[in-house]
């Protein structure tokens, strides 16, 4: 199996939030801020911002825990977010080599 990837992104006034599973995350992050799919939700909300991620080896693992995420409310998602970066910054020059690496 592949390796996975949950993350967390936003808009500018962080208003609403998307959690998502990839296995390509930088791939994955570009495709929200270019706006790849027109209809989706994140293009919609102008969802594009990074905010939260983690990394599995499987892809399994990653699936499930974007489940449990999902499963969480809004506080606790801010509070994930919080956790990791607080000034919620955006990630993505942070990730955009993982792949790579």
Request: glycine share 4%; net charge positive.
């Amino acid at each position: 199996m592949k390796p996975g990837f949950i993350y967390i992104i936003t808009n500018q006034y962080q208003t609403v939030v998307y959690t998502g599973v990839t296995s390509n995350l930088p791939k994955r992050i570009l495709e929200h801020k270019e706006k790849r799919y027109p209809n989706s939700f994140s293009a919609r909300y102008s969802l594009n911002i990074l905010v939260y991620y983690e990394q599995f080896q499987w892809m399994g693992d990653a699936i499930a825990r974007e489940k449990q995420i999902k499963a969480g409310s809004r506080e606790v998602k801010n509070d994930l977010i919080r956790s990791l970066n607080p000034t919620c910054k955006d990630l993505f020059e942070e990730i955009k080599d993982i792949m790579t690496e």
